[in-house]
């Protein structure tokens, strides 16, 4: 039976190119059996949400489930709002979240991302039985390290992995998010 992993990119000129290494890191380190999506999101300048949480809700809907959603940097923070605000019912398996980025309170505040930010409340909607985990080095240029304990705070179900170096980009290294995919029950 094949398992099915969503990976969503982050923001910015040539994200899609540059992600494009972590979705291979994922593919490589990933145990037979999984199939990595890895769909070229539009707008990556601007990251506008509902675009992207549209392009998210075409992909699963020709996945079996239940899928695990993975999302590196604005893709991270994308898939956890839409997971937070999401209608269906269709089981998610896992959400993995590389380098997340944290929108409004003492995280990031930046014009036109507000849309990003999490309504209050948003993480107690989150089915209690969903396996989250986030990543972050210390070295993030992009992302402050800092944003990693506002995580924390807000879903303090969350396993939590810091590392002390390779950046926003892990060093295209996500050898340590496969391994915890690939202890997800079946």
Partial sequence: MTRHVLFIQGAGSGAYD???????????????????????????????????????E???????????????SVGASVL?????????ERPIAGAFLAACPYWGGDG??????????LKPGAAASLPP???????HCRDDEVV????????????????VRAFDTGGHQFHDDLSPMAQDINA???
């Fill in 18 to 56: 540059e992600d494009q290494r972590l979705a291979e890191s994922l593919r490589n380190n990933l145990e037979p059996g999984f199939e990595i999506h890895y769909p070229r999101m539009l707008n990556e300048d601007d990251a506008p949400y509902e675009v992207w949480r549209q392009i998210i």
């Fill in 58 to 72: 075409q992909e699963l809907a020709g996945l079996p489930g239940p899928v695990v959603v993975a999302g590196h």
């Fill in 80 to 88: 956890i709002k839409w997971l937070s605000e999401r209608q269906d």
């Fill in 108 to 117: 990031w505040r930046y014009e036109g991302y507000e849309e990003l930010e």
């Fill in 129 to 135: 039985s969903m396996p989250i985990y986030m990543y």
């Fill in 144 to 159: 402050p390290f800092a944003h990693l304990a506002l995580w924390a705070e807000v879903l303090p179900q969350a396993v």
């Fill in 184 to 186: 997800l029950p079946t």
